[in-house]
């Protein structure tokens, strides 16, 4: 496995702005929410950009302040309202009202490929520009959907030779292959399917957008406690009934088994993917909290060691 960094976060925030994708399940949303955390008790003052309009990026960092170093603030933003805003900024505010009025803005997108994608990403170069944050993490799209999403700049500019589109995708591109302003973290779990998932997102990113790639974020390592030997639950067994001995053993053995699968597949990931790794280990709660996002937040500080998992 390639080492880590004494503190994962400095990786992390090597670039003003920060895209976290991955298949959908791997805990996306929450490393966004561990990153940003991470970054506002380093001192920075933090945007985080969220696209589906969901609540959870609030709830997981309550509490954080809105201005100043060490601040953490959230923003939501819907491709049409983006839109809406671009037409009204670029002179076109009295088709920006027909088109609300007459519910058809959603639709411009579907017309016009990309620009949706584009006009969004527009947004997140605004607030990088702004000079009013330190650092920027956007909660991007699934993998599936994060390709296209990032090659959609360049497919505009492709069929649009000048103009305000053309203009805006040219500077969309500029930011995402600008390695000292943006990068890429992708997320995933350490099982087969979700890292096949993020060595094909990999390629075909480098490939076809020559983004930078950071560092690869596995989420939901079992990092638990040690596990019984096989001689401390056979000696469990003449203390316990026969079958809570059963139990104790089962779990043991099917830790034991999990551990070894997620081994392997980091190992994989190794040899196929050579990014930097940096670990979250598994927090087995039913839902995650503000103050399990500050606790994870401790592993990219370099507050907590998280580099192995126990062996057999």
């Known amino acids: 496995m390639p080492p880590e960094h004494e503190s994962p976060l400095q990786s992390l925030t090597a670039t003003n702005v920060v895209i976290v994708a991955g298949k959908g399940g791997v805990g996306k949303t929450t490393v966004t929410a561990v990153i940003a955390r991470a970054a506002s008790r380093d001192g920075r003052r933090v945007l985080v950009v969220e696209f589906d309009g969901k609540p959870t990026l609030n709830r997981l960092l309550d509490g954080e302040g809105q201005n100043g170093p060490g601040s953490v603030e959230v923003v939501h933003i819907s491709a049409a309202d983006a839109l809406n805003e671009y037409l009204r900024e670029h002179g076109f505010a009295r088709i920006a009202k027909r088109l609300n009025k007459s519910g058809v803005i959603d639709m411009v997108g579907t017309a016009a490929p990309g620009i949706d994608d584009v006009v969004v990403l527009g947004k997140v170069k605004s607030y990088e ?58 997320v995933t779990l350490p099982e087969t399917t ?59 053995a099917f830790r034991r088994s999990r551990r070894a699968m997620e081994r392997a597949e980091v190992s994989r990931l190794s040899e196929e993917l050579p990014l ?15 103050t399990d996002i500050d606790s994870l937040a401790d592993h990219l500080l370099g507050l907590n060691d998280v580099s192995g998992v126990e062996g057999d």
């Open 129 to 186: 520009r702004s000079g009013n944050y330190d650092f920027i993490v956007v909660d991007g799209p699934a993998a599936g959907h994060a390709i296209t999403f990032l090659t959609s700049a360049t497919g505009l500019a492709n069929a649009v030779q000048s103009g305000p589109v053309r203009a805006q995708s040219d500077e969309v591109i500029e930011l995402l292959t600008d390695v000292e302003r943006c990068q890429v973290v992708l």
């Open 194 to 252: 979700p890292v096949n998932e993020v060595v094909e997102t990999a390629f075909a990113l480098e490939d076809n957008v020559g983004i930078q790639l950071g560092p690869v974020v596995i989420n939901g390592v079992d990092t638990g406690v040690p596990l019984p030997s096989i001689k401390s639950v056979a000696a469990a067994r003449q203390a316990l009934s026969a079958d809570a001995a059963g139990a104790l053993s089962d779990a043991a």
């Open 276 to 290: 930097e790794q940096i670990t979250l280990p598994a927090k087995l709660v039913a839902g995650l909290t503000a």
